[in-house]
T-cell receptor
Framework: QKEVEQNSGPLSVPEGAIASLNCTYS??????FFWYRQYSGKSPELIMS????GDKEDGRFTAQLNKASQYVSLLIRDSQPSDSATYLC????????????FGTGTRLQVTL | ETGVTQTPRHLVMGMTNKKSLKCEQH?????MYWYKQSAKKPLELMFV???????ENNSVPSRFSPECPNSSHLFLHLHTLQPEDSALYLC????????????FGPGTRLTVT
């Protein structure tokens, strides 16, 4: 079983729509959750972090965490073509504070 | 990208060569990381250094040898690599090893021939 699972996509949404990206994780003791954006040929860029259950909003981005369901999501409102990228979910592992475990990423395509 | 820099950006090496990757962070962080990113695989953590001390070695083969002379610099020494080691090698840093927000450099694209 993969530790962090994401649908590889591509997820295609029209410009201006809401993109919803999902991630599940297997370690119930995980405490910190991150979303990174990676453009093709570039390195990952941190866009959101969330540590407690509920929603966290930052501009057009909202991260949602449900620890009981072991589920974290990222909503992108008013999607723009520049949001087209691969979105990586990352989770801390139990017992090793500095160890991030990444999913394989979801490729998002925002169409005109 | 200027917070964490990596050199070289591209490297082609033969299996018998020895080369080194360099990472430098200008963020005042105390923890640094090496990751490997291969096609269609998740990012794999290789090594973690916290205040210059190695705190994680994720079962990495000995042909990869890290070095952290200070909190701002991190090296990855490579020798007798295999073609399957071809990948994007990413360096990251964070304020401490217990601060999870990691910031990545641009990466070194390594090809082993």
């Amino acid at each position: 079983q993969k530790e962090v699972e994401q649908n590889s996509g591509p997820l295609s949404v029209p410009e201006g729509a809401i993109a919803s990206l999902n991630c599940t994780y297997s370690d119930r003791g995980s405490q910190s959750f991150f979303w990174y954006r990676q453009y093709s040929g570039k390195s990952p860029e941190l866009i959101m972090s969330i540590y407690s259950n509920g929603d966290k909003e930052d501009g057009r981005f909202t991260a949602q965490l449900n620890k009981a369901s072991q589920y974290v999501s990222l909503l992108i409102r008013d999607s723009q073509p520049s949001d087209s990228a691969t979105y990586l979910c990352a989770v801390t592992s139990r017992g090793t504070a500095s160890k991030l475990t990444f999913g394989t990423g979801t490729r998002l395509q925002v169409t005109l | 990208e200027t917070g964490v820099t990596q050199t070289p950006r591209h490297l082609v090496m033969g299996m018998t060569n020895k080369k080194s990757l360099k990472c430098e962070q200008h963020l005042g962080h105390n923890a640094m990381y090496w990751y490997k990113q291969s096609a269609k695989k998740p990012l794999e953590l290789m090594f973690v250094y916290n205040f210059k001390e190695q705190t994680e070695n994720n079962s990495v083969p000995s042909r990869f040898s890290p070095e952290c002379p200070n909190s701002s610099h991190l090296f990855l020494h490579l020798h007798t690599l295999q073609p399957e080691d071809s990948a994007l090698y990413l360096c990251a840093s964070s304020p401490t090893g217990f601060s999870y927000e990691q910031y990545f450099g641009p990466g070194t694209r390594l090809t082993v021939t």
